[in-house]
T-cell receptor
Framework: GNSVTQMEGPVTLSEEAFLTINCTYT??????LFWYVQYPGEGLQLLLKATKADDKGSNKGFEATYRKETTSFHLEKGSVQVSDSAVYFCALSVNDMRFGAGTRLTVKP | DTAVSQTPKYLVTQMGNDKSIKCEQNLGHDTMYWYKQDSKKFLKIMFS???????INETVPNRFSPKSPDKAHLNLHINSLELGDSAVYFCASSPGTSLAKNIQYFGAGTRLSVL
């Protein structure tokens, strides 16, 4: 079946550090891939998405590239801020939406 | 204006009770969803409605019954609540049913605690 596996957290970084959150997927067909972010006490918000191989999604300094050869969609940011502290969810969509387990990121000043 | 609003935000109740969670979206979307997020933050889809019609019904106990009076509302009624129902429930909506093309917009969640 379709599924997403993302690195377990929590991840704790200092401000301005480089962030990578790994995400790999298994899917039949051609999925679209997403990263959602959940800030404390809020619902999920779409951060970025990519709909086909080699597409790069980007938003708010975050990037992820759809790699079909490695079935991956790793999230990266060059310099994190305290305000990036949240839970990040990788997701894929073929016929329905499948979310990963979420990775909690804490950024310390 | 909140795009997807769900009420209540917190719900604490005893085992065996019946409770409802309401969801409304003012985005003009055709499709609405209910998700359950467990204590480990894992998010699972429960139901999806398109124009008041059920299109996704994952394997959930039949104590859970969604109701869509119109396409802007999708309420979740839960009968005979059990301890394992404790979770955060998220409502979401999207313009259409193609999740590959349609972004989902989420409500802030309802934290249900069953004692």
């Amino acid at each position: 079946g379709n599924s997403v596996t993302q690195m377990e957290g929590p991840v704790t970084l200092s401000e301005e550090a480089f962030l990578t959150i790994n995400c790999t997927y298994t899917a039949t067909g051609y999925p679209s891939l997403f990263w959602y972010v959940q800030y404390p006490g809020e619902g999920l918000q779409l951060l970025l998405k990519a709909t086909k191989a080699d597409d790069k999604g980007s938003n708010k300094g975050f990037e992820a590239t759809y790699r079909k050869e490695t079935t991956s969609f790793h999230l990266e940011k060059g310099s994190v801020q305290v305000s990036d502290s949240a839970v990040y969810f990788c997701a894929l969509s073929v016929n329905d939406m499948r979310f990963g387990a979420g990775t909690r990121l804490t950024v310390k000043p | 204006d909140t795009a997807v609003s769900q009420t209540p935000k917190y719900l604490v109740t005893q085992m065996g009770n019946d409770k409802s969670i309401k969801c409304e979206q003012n985005l003009g979307h055709d499709t609405m969803y209910w998700y359950k997020q467990d204590s480990k933050k894992f998010l699972k889809i429960m139901f999806s409605y398109n124009n008041k019609e059920l299109i996704i019904n994952e394997t959930v106990p039949n104590r859970f019954s969604p109701k869509s009076p119109d396409k802007a509302h999708l309420n979740l009624h839960i009968n005979s609540l059990e301890l394992g129902d404790s979770a955060v429930y998220f409502c979401a909506s999207s313009p259409g049913t193609s999740l590959a093309k349609n972004i989902q917009y989420f409500g802030a969640g309802t934290r249900l605690s069953v004692l």
